[in-house]
């Protein structure tokens, strides 16, 4: 007599199923009954973002978990429709530490971080970042090369980046930023001249 066994796959389905439906159930607001991918990476950028923070005096971080839907995190902005995450504001927070690469997951227009301060390299690659029309580190304590992938972002508009501690040669791509109304790169060791 043969046995046949059923296939789990149906109950790992419905299992996977049931538990998301419970986690979009418990957030407040979420226009859809199911997490997409690209939420459930957003969610895992931001919660990356926060872990690199090493002070936040204004516990502004403190009720990113998993109770409140991300888009209604503190200095989060998110796009209608698919809710993907296009802003991160948090000028003049002081908040303190790295910035982590993984915030090249999120579909940034806007990173405004001026007045706080982050230092260390920007490990992430701008390529991941085409939509971003404003970037705003001025007076932080960020070093290194202006990375040359920022070149992939096209749209910029907004290029504050002064006060820093960016080293090198200003980079010639720069000079091919159509859209950009506003640049301040002053206040570095950056030798040459914008082109």
């Known amino acids: 007599m043969a046995t046949t066994s059923q296939s789990p796959k ?16 418990g957030q407040r607001e979420v226009p859809t009954a199911l997490v997409s991918l690209s939420n459930v990476s957003d969610q895992f950028a931001l919660l990356s973002f926060k872990s690199l923070v ?9 009720k990113w978990n998993f109770n409140i839907f991300f888009c209604y995190w503190n200095g989060v902005s998110c796009s209608c429709g698919l809710q993907r995450v296009v802003a991160l ?18 579909s940034l227009q806007v990173l405004d971080l ?11 690659d701008f390529s991941h970042l085409p939509l971003l029309e404003n970037l705003s580190i001025r007076r932080n304590n960020i070093e290194g090369l202006i990375p040359q992938t920022l070149s992939h972002c ?6 504050s980046a002064g006060f820093n501690q ?10 091919s ?13 950056l030798t040459g001249t914008i082109p």
């Open 54 to 62: 090493t002070r936040d005096p204004y516990n502004l971080l403190s």
């Open 114 to 124: 001026l007045y706080d301060s982050f230092y260390g390299h920007l490990l992430f």
């Open 177 to 189: 930023f159509s859209e950009l109304k506003h640049l301040n790169i002053q206040g570095h060791r």
């Open 89 to 106: 504001n948090f000028s003049g927070k002081a908040l303190e530490g790295t910035i982590s690469p993984y915030i090249r997951n999120l």
């Open 166 to 175: 960016f080293y090198g040669s200003i980079p010639k791509f720069l000079g």
């Open 10 to 25: 149906p109950l790992v389905f419905l299992l996977c199923f049931s538990s998301t439906f419970i986690v979009v159930i």
């Open 154 to 159: 096209q749209g910029l508009q907004r290029l």
